[in-house]
């Protein structure tokens, strides 16, 4: 089911804010909550994954959202299916468990006004709800996007980013790269060499817990497929910048950074996989 939605439809939207969540009642507020005091024209779409934990009845207790309830499919199909009901001008996909800083979202819309870019990039930083602790994760500025996002420095998190929607329009959430998806998502994006402008403040906080989190699964047993998975995603983008005469020497070396350290990954699971791709 779906509510929220008819007023929002008479009026262009400027920001379309995807929260897709599985269980998660009691870190979701806080998520939304974050999202509230956006001034531009926006709309938050959460969607319930198919929760027990009494999502559903709380969302439906929010007259300012668009709450949709899939039937447990996965991260990325609910992303596609708040994707699909998206009408902002822009796009920001936040998960459950973490949350943006004030005036975020309205300072990166202002950048993406003035300049028509199709990715606002921006920093972030994480907090540990174990120790208290948070740390910065500063944007280091860099001239060659698909370098920096295969590795070369600090590439931020994704969620600290708007995306432009009609520039995304057909790069889904891949649910065959499992909790890379964001990796995939962003290097497709980053293929297309879209115009890019940088908010320089934090927008996201990435928070680490111990309540479960398929980017930090806890047994080398839950990690197999994952690393397989990102291996799979610097393979077939390789395949994609050698094919169109791309693969610089610059994105050599930036890929050679993350496949040296994956293989070593591999191979601690898997002797057979002792390799990795040439360069």
Request: aromatic share 8%.
């Amino acid at each position: 089911h779906s509510r929220g939605a008819g007023t929002a439809r008479h009026f262009l939207v400027a920001l379309s804010i995807i929260i897709p969540s599985f269980n998660r009642l009691w870190s979701l507020p806080k998520a939304i909550d974050s999202c509230r005091g956006t001034a531009c024209s926006h709309e938050i779409i959460v969607v319930d994954d198919g929760s027990s934990d009494g999502t559903s009845a709380w969302l439906a207790a929010q007259p300012d959202l668009i709450a949709i309830r899939t039937e447990n499919w996965g991260k990325d199909w609910a992303v596609n299916t708040g994707f699909a009901r998206a009408r902002g001008q822009y796009v920001r996909f936040l998960d459950s468990d973490d949350w943006l800083e004030p005036g975020a979202n309205d300072a990166q819309i202002a950048i993406a006004r003035e300049t028509g870019a199709d990715i606002v990039l921006g920093d972030y930083r994480t907090f540990d709800d174990r120790t208290g602790a948070s740390t910065d994760a500063t944007l280091v500025a860099n001239d060659d996007f698909i370098a920096q996002q295969l590795g070369e420095g600090e590439y931020s998190h994704y969620s600290a980013f708007l995306f432009r929607r009609e520039f995304i329009r057909d790069i889904p959430h891949r649910p065959e790269f499992l909790a890379v998806d964001d990796r995939m998502f962003v290097l497709e994006a980053a293929l297309r060499h879209p115009r890019l402008a940088t908010y320089r403040g934090t927008v996201l906080v990435h928070r680490h817990h111990d309540r479960g989190r398929l980017q930090a699964p806890n047994t080398m047993q839950a990690e197999i497929p994952i690393v397989r998975a990102e291996h799979a995603i610097y393979t077939k983008v390789m395949a994609q910048l050698q094919e169109r005469n791309e693969l610089t020497e610059r994105r050599k070396r930036a890929l050679a950074g993350l496949l040296w350290p994956l293989a070593h990954r591999m191979a601690r699971h898997d002797r057979s996989e002792e390799h990795t791709s040439e360069l």
